[in-house]
């Protein structure tokens, strides 16, 4: 026995995590730690549909392992977290709008498998960046919190004595937590949503709005001068920090809605704390988090006992580390 | 050994469970299977405190005791649900508004004990209620539900897994969720939250403006020919049935607003179902479940998969069983 097990290579302790967003795909290498060892960003193709998606995603893998010093045979399996419907016992992802071709089933997981030679688990992205929180961030010290990924859309996660809670597994549509009756148009069709108030979406809708009745701002001279076609996160921070009326007024207001959506929240769970994070959550978070706080203390049923409101720790990495947390 | 055994006298297998409210005192008498064996009613008297009080709760206990058949040496336990802030490690009650001297801290458990000479443990009223619809009622087929309790107030519990999810102690106020930012005012203090638009109190509310806006309503010529001093349940079935257009409109708002907040709920949680309860849940809820449910259906963020809302199965005695349940 002794001598069969000294002669036994120990199995490869790398693990690999893909955070796939609809912009970017970004790559990390874990070790058994959960230290990381090596990252890859590359560029999401916007043609090509599946084959070429996925090429990418190995690809990414391959750097990173490369960026660790690593080696193929090092790495034990690959987690990837994507937007959209994730069947995880299939290996599947659908109704991923913003990915090319992944609006309809992909058989990502065997298919990545097929290029990369290893096991592979998929997860939701924003699902795995709060577990990732909840491990190594900054929900590592609660028992019980509310993730909340503050980006185009508001995604969400809840963690309940250290686990997340998945319902039957379409749990932490935080975004679509209601914050005015019949009130203002969410992208997605329901009315008075939070991500109809706070969402980058929502939010460039209501700027060009205001624009267009004839409110000055700069922040659309800021998207010329990037070259962009959207108020990306940076650019929302540029003009807060030039004090633009416009961008502070409508941040306000997503602030209010981000705040008194958590104090629902904490009214009927009674959560120890709340992690903000996500592209927006990442970029306006520490600027914003006083007003947040403010409306979320504002609706608390119970004042003298508020949650915390903590920044997420792992920043626009926290997706890329938490799929490498649920693979194999 | 086995001599031992065969002289001991097996301990009193029947638990008694006390719904403590505002108005009315109930009690139940459970066997080791759960089956009600005996029942207790009395009106909780309106003045003298905590000592005229719980001798009420005593003789609601012997009562129910006898009603069932049995005598003290029968029974193990006391279980009590109360409103107000329950701390159960302390057997202590307090901020219970609606019981007279009940706003003060008392020692509920103790001076229960040296009444009965039996064990007593406290709960929270909607808290137990919740869990006895989980255990023997509405939910006992569902492995995580909602339970609102729609009375006076809106009370709430969750069970997830199967279990009632207690956060830091004061989870479950389903009431506070917001339904409208900076909508009506709740009693609580707070704006816009769910009961500000359900509550009976807040029906009630309306029903005056309404009234007092020259609006013409049966209402209150029911509530003078019951010599009440309230618009009861009762009142309000009355109305309904009456096709009074006033208590038609104002009752929709409260169920919008209902179905409203639990597809929040349901969205974040991804919960199985939905249980209603409560005073007004019980006398209203046949009646209202289709206009709850359709707002609940319009809210949802994934409306194929809608959960089960179903009644209250144990009605008004679901807190004096549940009560009975934390007993021992």
Redesign the interface.
């Known amino acids: 026995m002794t001598d069969q097990r000294d002669t036994m290579s120990p199995p490869p302790a790398l693990r690999a995590g893909v955070d796939l967003g609809g912009t970017k795909i970004a790559a990390v290498i874990l070790d058994e730690h959960h230290r990381v060892l090596g990252r890859a960003r590359m560029e999401t193709p916007q043609l090509g549909g599946p084959r070429k998606v996925l090429d990418a995603v190995a690809a990414s893998v391959l750097s990173a392992l490369q960026d660790a010093g690593a080696a193929s045979i090092d790495l034990g399996s690959i987690g990837v977290g994507s937007p959209g419907a994730v069947d995880a016992a299939q290996g599947t992802i659908s109704h991923a709008s913003n990915v090319s071709g992944f609006d309809k089933p992909v058989a990502a997981a065997a298919e990545l498998q097929t290029r990369l030679g290893k096991p592979v688990r998929l997860g939701n992205d924003v699902g795995v960046a709060v577990e990732a929180e909840a491990r190594l961030g900054a929900g590592r010290r609660l028992n019980?919190f509310l993730g909340v990924w503050w980006g185009t859309g508001v995604g969400?996660g809840?963690i309940?004595d250290g686990r997340r809670?998945?319902?039957?597994?379409?749990?932490?549509?935080?975004g679509?937590?209601?914050?005015?009756?019949n009130?203002a148009q969410c992208p997605?069709g329901?009315k008075g949503c939070l991500e109809a108030y706070a969402g980058r979406l929502a939010m460039e809708k209501r700027a060009r709005k205001l624009a267009a009745q004839g409110r000055k701002t700069v922040l659309f001279d800021l998207m010329e001068k990037k070259a962009s076609d959207r108020l990306s996160s940076g650019i929302w921070d540029k003009a807060l920090e030039k004090e633009d009326r416009v961008a502070q007024e409508i941040t306000a207001r997503a602030c209010?809605?981000l705040g008194?959506?958590m104090?629902?929240?904490v009214?009927?769970?009674?959560?120890?704390g709340v992690v903000l994070g996500g592209g927006l959550g990442g970029r306006l978070g520490p600027r914003c988090l006083p007003a947040i706080e403010s409306a979320l203390q504002?609706?608390l049923?119970?004042p003298e006992?508020p949650p915390k409101l903590l920044l997420s720790e792992l920043g626009d990495e926290a997706g890329a580390i938490g799929a490498a947390l649920v693979a194999r």
């Open positions: 019980s969400g809840v309940l809670w998945l319902g039957r597994g379409h749990a932490g549509e935080f679509h937590t209601l914050v005015k009756k009130g997605c329901l209010e809605a008194l959506a104090a629902s929240v009214n009927l769970l009674d959560l120890d504002r609706q049923f119970v006992k």
